[in-house]
């Protein structure tokens, strides 16, 4: 699908992408009623989440890996080496498997698989995430998944690639 063309979208999404330049939100542009809703959730995501930066972007590559999203994956590997994420790391967000990663690492990729397939954190589950996490880290290491997931549905749908992007 084509991008849209600036001149016809509305000033404040045509003004948002003079900043956003990244192709997923330049064909996010075709939604003019929520575009620029996803910009503000997107910029959120990154500037004020409070999940530490590196467990944020292990999930997030668990979930472009189970979404099996090249343009995520592309980008949030650039995001997780200079989150001071490991290869071996990088590498265990493709399967999900915990060896040789941290214990806190492997409760990411597991509490996002157990999001991903259930929908939700069991009791058990909550519980060990309110050890790592405050309930406002919880809130967002959850919004965090569910954005990602819907993020990877827009990009596989329209079929985003980095074409183009500087």
Same mark, same amino acid.
């Given at each position: 699908?084509?991008?849209?063309?600036?001149?016809?979208?509305?000033?404040?999404?045509?003004?948002?992408?003079?900043?956003?330049?990244?192709?997923?939100?330049?064909?996010?542009?075709?939604?003019?009623?929520?575009?620029?809703?996803?910009?503000?959730?997107?910029?959120?995501?990154?500037?004020?989440?409070?999940?530490?930066?590196?467990?944020?972007?292990?999930?997030?590559?668990?979930?472009?890996?189970?979404?099996?999203?090249?343009?995520?994956?592309?980008?949030?590997?650039?995001?997780?080496?200079? /989150?001071?994420?490991? @290869?071996?790391?990088?590498?265990?967000? +493709? !399967?999900?498997? %915990?060896?040789? $990663?941290? =214990?806190?690492?492997?409760?990411?990729?597991?509490?996002?698989?157990?999001?991903?397939?259930?929908?939700?954190?069991?009791? /058990?589950?909550?519980? @060990?995430?309110?050890?790592?996490?405050? +309930? !406002?880290?919880? %809130?967002?290491? $959850?919004? =965090?998944?569910?954005?990602?997931?819907?993020?990877?549905?827009?990009?596989?749908?329209?079929?985003?690639?980095?074409?183009?992007?500087?």
């Amino acid at each position: 699908m084509e991008y849209p063309d600036p001149a016809t979208l509305p000033a404040e999404l045509r003004a948002a992408l003079t900043t956003h330049t990244a192709n997923i939100y330049r064909m996010v542009a075709h939604s003019h009623g929520m575009g620029r809703s996803f910009l503000d959730m997107a910029a959120a995501m990154l500037q004020t989440n409070s999940v530490p930066f590196p467990l944020r972007e292990l999930a997030i590559l668990r979930v472009g890996h189970v979404y099996e999203s090249p343009y995520e994956l592309h980008h949030h590997e650039r995001f997780a080496r200079a /989150a001071g994420l490991s @290869e071996d790391v990088i590498a265990a967000a +493709a !399967t999900g498997a %915990a060896a040789g $990663v941290s =214990t806190e690492e492997a409760s990411i990729l597991r509490w996002t698989d157990h999001l991903l397939a259930e929908h939700t954190l069991g009791e /058990a589950e909550r519980k @060990e995430a309110l050890e790592l996490f405050s +309930a !406002t880290q919880l %809130a967002d290491f $959850v919004l =965090t998944v569910g954005f990602y997931q819907l993020v990877c549905n827009f990009l596989n749908t329209f079929e985003v690639t980095t074409e183009g992007e500087a």
